[in-house]
Structures are given as structure tokens and as C-alpha cells.
């Protein structure tokens, strides 16, 4: 007998958004959910994550590379998600079990158990929910939290007395790497989009020194918050931002690369940095990564993460939509700036909230 409604909503896009992301560029529809077939489970989604890097796909074509572009009006796989099995046809899984995969912004999905996505990171994967809510798999515990890992200690190679600079940090990656640094020790800068964030990365993530980009020249504001230069930048923007980072740049200074959001939405494509050639100059290292790339550290990211979680030594906020439907609104929202830390759509139809997340986990995490 079957113990799940036979339909589920599904979120699809319906046109490819020119410039904002509107939310008459998807609908919602409802399908039917067929049982599990071998090999697979059925999972009821009750998280699913929002990520500005989605915007990437919500074209004709995504860029050469990255993960291909969403079809129209289909279902937009390649989303994290936490969710409960309430059927299995694949060995290690059972009703009840709390999971993570990738294919999100729907009620249900059908996973196939073993079968790679999202370059390793969303592979069907069972989460103990007694050590963290299932929406910290999400956030630190997770995709975002492995990409401000990775980046910061093994892409950007982070080193005793470097001066860090975090682009973007006030968001779901940026956060973590500016809190990471601090708790190796490190002088820490952060820039933002607003001054209520700037004010969050000093007062609750304790970074050294914050600014507001959008309040005057960059290269300027940069230079007030690090006179004497920086030796690694965490960038999540690109642009402009990349460009003012390379002139700030000590020697052998290092620059990884996770996002570039200045070009997301473009209409057309912003113009690269012009003083590229002090990557010669300085001898500095640029690289690109993506989380994908590091699934090896995802244990050991894991447990160091709720480690710091537990002890308080990482703050995570969470800014949280209401309803399956509003996943394209927050996705909207995420890419005006108007998120702080990590954005997530709860699918259960409730009243929006924005908070603090709770971590209690026990010392098992901590093993």
C-alpha cells in the first residue's frame, strides 16, 4: 500500500529571465508520484536550498563547464535538498531516514541510491538529524559550508599572518570563510551590500574591519579596512570586486575563486579586471574551484564544522521563505542582496521567518 498522497508539486521554469529573476518565469504544477523503482527511494523534500549560483543555469545555455541549463517546464534537478524517505527500494535506506540529494524544489523526488550529482556533493546521502537541524546539512554542514572549507584552507592555501578579504560576506559561503579565518587567527575584512549587514559581520561574525561596497570608490574602501594589502581573497563576486583585490594584493598573495555574482543576471557581460597583469608582477596564484571538486573533505569538513558549531564558534544565520511556491521570490530576493547568511525554502506552507539557527549537537558530532 502506498503511504504518500499519488501527486507532489513541482517547481519549473517556464521562460529564461532576462536581467531579474520574476516569478512569472516559473509555475508550479502538480504530478504524479510513482513508486520507487529498484534501486530507488522516495523522499518527501522538507527543505530545499536557494543558491545564487542557480542563475547560472536559468539560461539558453549555462556556462561552458558548470552544470548544464535547466530545461523548461521540466523539473530543475541539481538543487540540495533534505528530505525523509517514506519508501525504499535501495539497500541502506528505510522510511524515516533523513537524507540530502540534489533534486529539490519539489514535494517528492525519486533518487536513484549511488548515483552521482552535482559532482559528487549531491549523491544520495543519509544525515543523522539528532546532530544538527536537517537544514544545517544545508548550510555549514553541507555544500556551502565544504566550499568555504576547501577554498580556504586548501585552494587559497591559507598561511600564519595572512590578511584575509571576503567578498560577499554576509552570505551562505561567505560567512563561514570569514568566520573560519578568525578562528585561525586571522585579520579578517568583509564587504557587503548594505549597512545593516556590515553591521552583522562586526557585531555577530567578528570580523576585524567591514564595509559597505556600495558606498564609495572600492579600491578605496578596501584600502581603508587593509592598509597594508591583504594576502588572500575569497571571492564570490568578480567584477569590479576581483579587480580591487588584485591591487590590494601583497606578494605570492592568493585568490580563490567560488562564485562570480556581479555576472550572473547581466545582460551583458561585465568588463574583466584591467590590471590582471599584476598576477605577473606580484606572483600571485588565481583559481577556481568548486565544491564538487573537494568531496574527499567532506568528513573531515563535517567534523571539524560541528565542532565549531557546537562551541559556538560559528554563527549561522538562516533566512528562511514559507512555501514551495515562494522558491523562485527567495531566489529573486537572494540575487537583489536582500538575504543575510543562508537562504532555504521551507515546504510546509508557514509564516516567514528569519533566525538564528540552533546547533545542539551532541558529542558524537565532536568524535
Known sequence: MRCVAPTGRVVQPVSYPRGEVRASDFRVVTVEVRPPGPGEVLVRNTWTSVDAALRLRLRERAPKGYFPAFLLEEPMDGIMTVGEVVESRAD??????????????????????????????????????????????????????????????????????????VSAAAGAVGSLVA???????????????????VRHLVADLGVDAAFNYKNGPLPDLLREAAPDGIDVYFDNVGGDHLEAALGALRRAGRVAICGMISEYGAQEPPPGPGNLMLAVTKGLTIRGFRAGEHTDLLPEMRRRMGAWLHEGRIRHR????????QAPAALAALLRGENTGKTLVRIEDVPHRERQLPIRPPAALLN
Open 318 to 325: 538562516e533566512s528562511v521563505v514559507d512555501g514551495l511556491a
Open 92 to 165: 541502506g535506506f528505510a522510511p524515516g531516514d533523513t537524507v540530502w540529494h540534489a533534486s529539490g524544489w519539489r514535494d517528492y523526488a525519486l533518487v536513484k541510491a549511488g548515483t552521482p550529482a552535482l559532482g559528487g556533493v549531491g549523491t544520495l546521502t543519509k544525515v543523522d538529524a539528532r546532530l544538527a537541524p536537517p537544514q544545517a546539512h544545508l548550510g555549514p554542514l553541507g555544500a556551502n559550508g565544504l566550499t568555504a572549507y576547501a577554498g580556504l584552507f586548501h585552494v587559497a592555501g591559507l598561511r600564519e599572518g595572512d590578511v584575509v578579504w
Open 179 to 197: 568566520q573560519l579565518a578568525k578562528i585561525g587567527g586571522h585579520r579578517v575584512i568583509g564587504s557587503a551590500g548594505s549597512d545593516d549587514k
